[in-house]
C-alpha cells in the first residue's frame, strides 16, 4: 500500500479525526473587524470633513456629493478593512497537518474570500438596519423645512451619471478587497504555521 504524496499523513493527522478545513471562528472574527474597520474608517473620513452621501439620503446636495477621489477613498477603506479582516481569519485558523502545502494555500485564500463575504453581508445589514431608517427621518424633516422642488433634466441626467460611477468604483472596491482578502489571509496563515513551528522546536 503507498501513500499519495500530495496528501502525507504524519504521526498526528489521522483519518478518523482530521482538522476541520474551515475555522468558522477564526472567518467570524475576521470578519467582525473588517466591518469594525469599515466603520472606523468611514466615520474618520466623514469628520475629515469628506460629504458621504447614502442610499437613503436623497438631496440636492447628494448630486454633488460624489468625486472620484471620494471613490478612490471609499476603494481604500474596502481595501484596508480587507486587508487586517483577512489576516487575522489566517492566524487565527486551525493548523492543519498532513495537508500539502498547495491545499493549505487553498484553504488560507479560501478563508480570507469567505471573511470578506461575510465581512459585506455584514456591512449591508447594517446599511438596511441603520442607515435606511435615518435616511428616512432626515428625508421627511428635510421636507418639513423646505419645500419640494423637482430636479432639473439636467440635474436627473447628473445624478444617473453619478449614480453609475458610485456603482463602478464600489465594484471595483469589491472586486480588489476580496483578492486582498485571499491575500492576507494567505500571509496570515503562513506566519501562524512559521509561529506554530517554532514553538514545537
Known amino acids: 500500500m503507498t501513500v ?3 496528501l502525507p499523513l504524519s504521526g498526528s493527522a489521522t483519518l478518523t479525526s482530521p482538522e ?3 475555522s468558522w471562528p477564526a472567518i467570524w472574527a475576521g470578519a467582525a473587524v473588517a466591518v469594525a474597520t469599515s466603520v472606523v474608517l468611514t466615520l474618520a473620513a466623514a469628520g475629515l470633513g469628506y460629504t458621504l452621501a447614502f442610499p437613503g439620503l436623497p438631496s440636492r446636495g447628494s448630486l454633488h456629493a460624489f468625486t472620484p477621489e471620494l471613490g478612490a477613498g471609499a476603494i481604500g477603506i474596502q481595501v484596508l478593512a ?3 479582516g483577512g489576516y ?3 492566524r487565527l485558523r486551525t493548523i492543519w497537518t498532513g495537508v500539502h502545502n498547495d ?6 485564500t479560501a478563508h480570507g474570500l469567505i471573511t470578506w463575504a461575510v465581512a459585506t453581508l455584514g456591512v449591508g445589514l447594517l446599511a438596511a438596519l441603520v442607515l435606511v431608517p435615518y435616511g428616512e427621518q432626515l428625508t421627511a424633516l428635510s ?3 423646505t419645500p419640494v ?3 432639473t433634466p439636467a440635474e436627473l441626467a447628473r445624478a444617473a451619471n453619478i449614480a453609475a460611477q458610485s456603482s463602478l468604483f464600489i465594484a471595483i472596491g469589491m472586486l480588489l478587497s476580496a483578492f486582498v482578502a485571499a491575500a ?6 503562513l506566519r501562524h504555521e512559521e509561529m506554530h513551528a517554532k514553538a514545537r522546536t
Open 103 to 108: 491545499e493549505s494555500h487553498f484553504r488560507d
Open 149 to 151: 422642488v423637482a430636479p
Open 184 to 189: 492576507a489571509a494567505r500571509l496570515g496563515g
Open 4 to 6: 499519495d504524496p500530495i
Open 20 to 22: 476541520p478545513p474551515i
Open 82 to 84: 480587507g486587508a487586517l
Open 143 to 145: 421636507t418639513v423645512a
Open 88 to 90: 487575522l481569519a489566517g
